[in-house]
């Protein structure tokens, strides 16, 4: 059987999102969260976690968040940040984050991602190989610096994770964008039919509720909505299995 991972991302942000991902990783096929712990509603998520026993949580690493900002971060925020922050401020932002994550959960995470893909910067990246490395956790596969396509691949950041011996995916499947839920699915199944016996695969998404708060927080919408209900169809699972997947945690992906 190959195998993948299912991530539900930017666990904390807000209720809604994280009541989303609480019922995707019960009642549906994700099988890992990351957790965005300079988000408002972090704690919130930690404490249901706990209360609903959802154990598979990964770091979603933001450096900058919710708190610092009073607001949404942004694309641009990133961009200036990396322009105006020195590769040892960056790498001291990145430790500060991985270490209150361990304060606030009492462990490392179970595999480390990013908030708008950032950790394809080369200025926390070291950190993060380091620390995955010393704690044997995977990396996301990284994507292409932050004005670039999420769902493009950034080869010299792979080649680096790779040769450190820092796991990650052979595939990254996202499909974010769009409003026809059966386009995605199919979408994603195809894309996993390109994922050869050998290989392994993670599954992006971003699953949560539709609401008033969702709307003025997050470039996400009906996109959250469209991919809880993809997440909790037993007929999208099966399919899913029936391409000979198993639906793993990360732990599981490397057992």
Do not use: W
């Amino acid at each position: 059987m190959k195998k993948v991972v299912i991530v539900a991302d930017d666990y904390g942000l807000l209720p809604c999102i994280n009541r989303g991902i609480e019922r995707a990783y019960l009642e549906g096929c994700v099988t890992e969260a990351s957790l965005m712990i300079k988000a408002d509603y972090a704690l919130d998520a930690l404490k249901n976690a706990k209360v609903k026993n959802i154990l598979n949580i990964g770091i979603h690493v933001e450096l900058i968040g919710d708190k610092d900002l009073g607001r949404s971060v942004k694309t641009k925020d990133y961009i200036e940040l990396y322009k105006n922050k020195s590769e040892k401020e960056i790498e001291n932002l990145t430790r500060q984050e991985l270490h209150e994550f361990e304060k606030l959960v009492g462990r490392p995470p179970t595999h480390i991602t990013s908030h708008k893909g950032i950790h394809g910067n080369f200025k926390l990246l070291n950190v993060l190989v380091e620390y995955a490395k010393k704690n044997y956790i995977p990396v996301r596969k990284p994507n292409t610096d932050l004005e670039g396509d999420l769902e493009k691949s950034n080869y010299a950041v792979e080649m680096i994770i790779k040769r450190a011996g820092v796991q990650s995916t052979d595939h990254l499947i996202i499909h974010i964008k769009g409003n026809d839920s059966s386009l995605i699915k199919d979408s994603i199944l195809s894309d996993l039919k390109k994922v050869k016996d050998t290989e392994t695969a993670e599954i992006l998404t971003h699953p949560g509720y539709f609401d008033a708060t969702l709307l003025k927080r997050s470039s996400l919408n009906y996109e959250r909505s469209r991919d809880l209900d993809m997440l909790i169809d037993q007929k999208f699972i099966k399919s899913i299995k029936d391409l000979r997947f198993s639906i793993v945690s990360y732990k599981q992906l490397y057992d």
